[in-house]
């Protein structure tokens, strides 16, 4: 692991040294995770040309060594009491003779970005524009490998759900019961919180559990993933209840697995992001459905549930291969439901096979 | 509801004319809620002298009528997609000629200051310096009536769990199932994670569950917290597994006890806010334990875990009347594990029968 980390935070070196920053503080916590492969809460990365330097919360438990729990991984200081780790690392920075410091102020807040100015006296302050963020776009093997067991686990948690008794059971039950399946099948957590919408909720993105029970000839949509070592994926899918389906919904279920399945088809190295997108929501178009704000139908997945790339619509910056992004359209009838289908797919070339599917529950109508 | 917000929005009104502001740009969701009622993702308040006007995000799914669904509560926009609801929120107060907008500083950050100071041309931006934080410590009834509501949450959940078997269950799975049944018992959702410590992790604030499983003999520290309508409250028990504690483990239970006790007891009106924290660290330091770098054994509660007022052992600020506050000493024997006892309490002045204590489970050394 360590030296994916190292390699990592030497490419972010080079980029600083490229625009002329000598040294970054990192503070957003999945970029210190990105680059140090620990995660405590509050702690701030410094790194210089030629070193790295962890600045953690002085309230971290240490071990039951005495030890401060992360002081094996990488160089550190703890922090004063009540001292913010930014701070902490950014007085530092003046002890290494640091000339440019690039932060990150989409992170800061004004507050926190003053107290470091007032640190880091005669330094001069920059942005580190969103760099650890490009820089996590596209996944090494370990992440990859990180992202199909999140896929795993989440395939399994939902495989067992739907061999059990669902009539009669609340939203808010379903999705609890969703979380538990995962953590027990090794997730550190549910990544976001399960999204279980019966009846009229069916089809919404992000839908709130309710205390609403599932009734014998309701769709029920289903959007889970596990996070895995930090990692999270995306999947939905949506089911029907009872032995019969209405034509209607056969209808709409055929209609939304068309659309994801060219949304699917259309991830590729080279093409634009709203690509899958626009060809997904034409083929919803054609079948008589559009919404009036649209929200884009997929994003990119890793340490964050949604980061870089955007795929909305309107996006003209080119898929990479190795990125994982989720495809998920959806139609919502209001009154009556509706369906959404999602997966988190690889962009890999055709010529190695194509687009990578990490989520590969059934999308088929079920009738449960 | 309503009359109880007006309310709140006048008193900071007041607080920005006092202060030469004529409007403020409210975007710490826990603030937004305090004000509004509402807690829609992303939304931000703005605060002129004569009115209130809600900015909601464009991705914020319209209800079933096609309305949004925060339209009935206040004056509202909707912002444009992919707009910060802040930058929305800006734009508008030049359109009603403010000309001195104070900003939460502490919760914007830099690159989300900037896009608003460029969308407020002419308004000089200024920082509202914390003023719904300092409004929010003393609770009016209706926050009151929500602090009891989610200690009894917590205080089922608890009881609940201590009637079950618990020998040979993991940390992680007691966890999960203190979380479903506050839910369950009609709260939002866990106000925090639950830590559920065994063995060696007992006694220590804020671990995180493990797989380790419970066994005879063990201390079992549970520290949880319902969520009620945005509220929070904070209670923390350790138990011991088995019939028979060692004569170690009743030892320290009485002292983090005695400890706990003389903390409440020093909960009053006009009391330095570290005085609790600073009496109990006293019986733990006769007793023949101290901490190095002391953590704060208590802080305030209510739409955020831990808020104003802070407790720890310097702070000088005096206590008020109606502010929930928790206290929570413990002791941890590296190896051995520990004892911690954590109560929320409202201050109450000696007249009107001194603290109220909230979360009202036992805190005698259950044998389970």
Redesign the interface.
């Known amino acids: 692991m360590s030296d994916a980390h190292a390699a990592r935070r030497e490419r972010l070196s080079q980029y600083c040294s490229a625009g002329g920053a000598d040294a970054a503080l990192v503070t957003k916590p999945a970029n210190v995770r990105y680059l140090t492969g620990c995660a405590p809460c509050g702690a701030t990365l410094l790194l210089t040309r030629d070193r790295a330097l962890l600045a953690l919360p002085?309230?971290l438990?240490p071990d039951?060594?005495?030890e401060h729990p992360y002081a094996a991984e990488l160089p550190h200081l703890v922090a004063a009491?009540?001292q913010d780790t930014a701070e902490a690392a950014a007085a530092a920075a003046t002890g290494l003779r640091v000339a440019d410091l690039a932060v990150e102020?989409?992170?800061?807040?004004?507050?926190?970005?003053?107290a470091i100015a007032e640190q880091a006296a005669g330094v001069r302050l920059t942005?580190l524009n969103r760099a650890v963020e490009r820089l996590r776009v596209v996944k090494d093997d370990q992440e990859l490998a990180e992202l199909r067991i999140a896929a795993e686990i989440g395939d399994q948690a939902l495989g067992e759900l739907l061999e059990s008794i669902l009539v009669g059971r609340t939203e808010?039950h379903l999705a609890?019961e969703l979380?538990?399946r995962m953590?027990d099948h090794g997730a550190d957590r549910a990544g976001f919180p399960v999204s279980v919408g019966t009846g009229?909720h069916s089809g919404?993105?992000?839908?709130l559990p309710t205390d609403r029970r599932v009734e014998e000839g309701d769709f029920l949509t289903v959007s889970l993933g596990a996070q895995y070592r930090g990692y999270t994926v995306c999947a939905t899918r949506t089911f029907v209840i009872g032995a019969a389906p209405a034509p209607w919904q056969v209808e709409l279920h055929r209609l939304v697995f068309e659309a994801q399945r060219a949304g699917r088809e259309a991830l590729a190295p080279g093409v634009p992001g709203g690509t899958p997108d626009l060809v997904a929501r034409e083929v919803l178009r054609a079948g008589g459905h559009h919404e009036e704000?649209?929200?884009p139908f997929g994003h990119g997945v890793g340490l964050e549930v949604r980061e870089a790339p955007q795929l909305?619509p309107g996006e003209m910056g080119k898929l990479d291969n190795r990125v994982p992004v989720t495809v998920g359209p959806g139609v919502h009838l209001?009154?009556r439901g509706g369906v959404r289908i999602e997966d988190t797919l690889v962009v890999r070339p055709l010529e190695e096979g194509g687009p990578e599917l990490l989520t590969i529950t059934t999308k088929e109508l079920l009738a449960l």
């Open positions: 002085a309230e438990p039951d060594t005495g009491p009540d102020e989409h992170d800061l807040t004004v507050t926190r970005h003053r942005d808010r609890m979380e538990r953590i009229g919404r993105s992000d839908h704000r649209p929200r909305g209001p009154g």
